[in-house]
């Protein structure tokens, strides 16, 4: 079975939308929702083909991500990027302040001694 996709599938979704279909989704797969919550997801995908369309590729990429290892995606997930952010500007603060001073060390002249006799 092939599914033959438009080029009006692949156009740029809303944001706004986009979100909206996120946020239906996670409700409904989290097992909280309600048959009020439900039936309202329902009727917003009635309402416009764009909320349809934002809802199946919302459907579409949580399907991809069930397939990554739940290891893998955990650790992903986990990952601590302010650590590598603050580790990546100190080390660009440090080079900011010992390249000039080092290029002052190395071009400061150095006194003449007497010479002995």
Aim: aromatic fraction near 6%; include cysteine; proline fraction near 6%.
């Amino acid at each position: 079975m092939s599914i033959t996709v438009s080029s009006s599938d692949r156009a740029p979704l809303e944001r706004r939308v986009a979100r909206r279909a996120a946020h239906w989704l996670m409700l409904l797969h989290c097992g909280d929702a309600t048959p009020a919550d439900i039936d309202a997801c329902r009727r917003w995908r009635a309402a416009s083909p764009e909320h349809e369309r934002a809802w199946q590729r919302a459907e579409s990429v949580q399907q991809k991500f069930g397939t990554v290892a739940a290891g893998l995606a955990m650790r992903t997930l986990g990952r601590d990027r302010r650590h590598a952010r603050r580790a990546g500007i100190q080390t660009l603060l440090l080079l900011m302040t010992a390249a000039p001073a080092g290029y002052v060390v190395w071009r400061r002249p150095v006194p003449a001694r007497p010479a002995r006799c």
